[in-house]
């Protein structure tokens, strides 16, 4: 995962007016990943903007949004065992630090597997 808040330090808290970009490589079926993004967004497929590779969603409070764009799924073959693989962007604007923190872990924990 990568995370790139535009500015010099990366390290540093970004503002309201930051645009926070996030790669993952999701081990995640695209049906899968489109399964469980409701919740993991707390949105309704009716704030989707949907785009060839992806979707822009925006945020029910005062003009945020997150772009979740993905590559074609792709499979990692480990000896005989095949595993999905997703490539994910997130772009997060107008976003609080804060808020932006909440997306991310309530993103990660409905993605999150079991084992670790």
Known sequence: MSISTGKDDQHAVPDADAIIRIEKEMGISLHDFLRLLPAATDSTPEQWEREPTGMTIR????GSW???QHAPERIRRI????LPVLSVTLVL?????????RFL???DRHY?????
């Open 93 to 101: 604007a107008g976003f609080s630090a804060d808020d932006a923190r």
């Open 105 to 107: 872990q309530r993103f």
């Open 112 to 116: 999150q597997r079991g084992g670790g």
């Open 66 to 68: 997150v772009r979740i």
């Open 59 to 62: 945020q029910q409070d005062a």
């Open 79 to 82: 000896a005989s065992l095949s």
